[in-house]
C-alpha cells in the first residue's frame, strides 16, 4: 500500500534569507548586458549614420536591457519582522501574521502567498522557470517559515 502521508515539514532557514531565481537572474543579467553592447555597437558600426541617429540605437539598448533588469529584479527577503516580496514593478511588505499560506502548486509560474485578508499575492522571487527543484525548496523553506512564525505567535488573526 503506497504511503500517503505529507512530506515532513523541513526546518525553516535561519533569518533573515532571500529567495531568488538565482539562474533566471544571471541569465536576464547576461542578455541584458550583451543586449546592451550589441546594439549600441552596431548602432556605432553603422556608416552613414548622424549623432542623434548613434544615439537612438544606445538609448534603444538602454531601454531593452532595462526591462532585462526589471525581470531579473523579483525577490522573496524574509527576516524577524515579516516578509517583503519584490515583484517586477512592485514591493510589499508583509508581517508574518498577515500570511496564512504559500503555495507553489504543479504548473503554477510562481508561489503565491495567501493573506489574512483573503487574497493572494505572487511571489515572484520563487518561480520554477530554468530551477524547478530550488523553487520548490524555497517554497518550502518559507512555507517552513510561515508555519514556526504563526506558531511562534498563535494569538495573531489567521483570517
Same mark, same amino acid.
Given at each position: 500500500?503506497?504511503?500517503?502521508?505529507?512530506?515532513?515539514?523541513?526546518?525553516?532557514?535561519?533569518?533573515?534569507?532571500?529567495?531568488?531565481?538565482?539562474?533566471?537572474?544571471?541569465?536576464?543579467?547576461?542578455?541584458?548586458?550583451?543586449?546592451?553592447?550589441?546594439?549600441?555597437?552596431?548602432?556605432?558600426?553603422?556608416?552613414?549614420?548622424?549623432?542623434?541617429?548613434?544615439?537612438?540605437?544606445?538609448?534603444? #539598448?538602454?531601454?531593452? *536591457?532595462?526591462?532585462?533588469?526589471?525581470?531579473? !529584479?523579483?525577490? =522573496?527577503? %524574509?527576516?524577524? /519582522?515579516?516578509?517583503?516580496?519584490?515583484?517586477?514593478?512592485?514591493?510589499?511588505?508583509?508581517?508574518?501574521?498577515?500570511?496564512?499560506?504559500?503555495?507553489?502548486?504543479?504548473?503554477?509560474?510562481?508561489?503565491?502567498?495567501?493573506?489574512?485578508?483573503?487574497?493572494?499575492?505572487?511571489?515572484?522571487?520563487?518561480?520554477?522557470?530554468? #530551477?524547478?527543484?530550488? *523553487?520548490?525548496?524555497?517554497?518550502?523553506?518559507? !512555507?517552513?517559515? =510561515?508555519? %514556526?512564525?504563526? /506558531?511562534?505567535?498563535?494569538?495573531?488573526?489567521?483570517?
Amino acid at each position: 500500500m503506497p504511503d500517503t502521508t505529507p512530506p515532513a515539514t523541513p526546518d525553516p532557514p535561519a533569518l533573515p534569507v532571500t529567495f531568488r531565481p538565482g539562474r533566471t537572474r544571471a541569465v536576464l543579467t547576461v542578455l541584458a548586458v550583451g543586449t546592451f553592447a550589441t546594439i549600441t555597437a552596431i548602432g556605432m558600426l553603422l556608416d552613414g549614420l548622424g549623432t542623434g541617429e548613434r544615439l537612438s540605437f544606445a538609448l534603444t #539598448a538602454l531601454l531593452l *536591457a532595462g526591462v532585462l533588469l526589471l525581470l531579473a !529584479r523579483p525577490r =522573496v527577503t %524574509a527576516d524577524e /519582522a515579516g516578509v517583503t516580496v519584490v515583484n517586477l514593478t512592485a514591493k510589499r511588505r508583509l508581517a508574518w501574521a498577515e500570511i496564512i499560506r504559500v503555495n507553489l502548486r504543479n504548473g503554477d509560474p510562481w508561489a503565491f502567498l495567501d493573506l489574512s485578508d483573503g487574497t493572494s499575492l505572487p511571489a515572484l522571487g520563487i518561480q520554477p522557470g530554468i #530551477a524547478r527543484q530550488r *523553487a520548490v525548496q524555497d517554497a518550502r523553506a518559507l !512555507r517552513a517559515l =510561515v508555519e %514556526a512564525r504563526s /506558531a511562534a505567535a498563535p494569538e495573531a488573526p489567521r483570517g
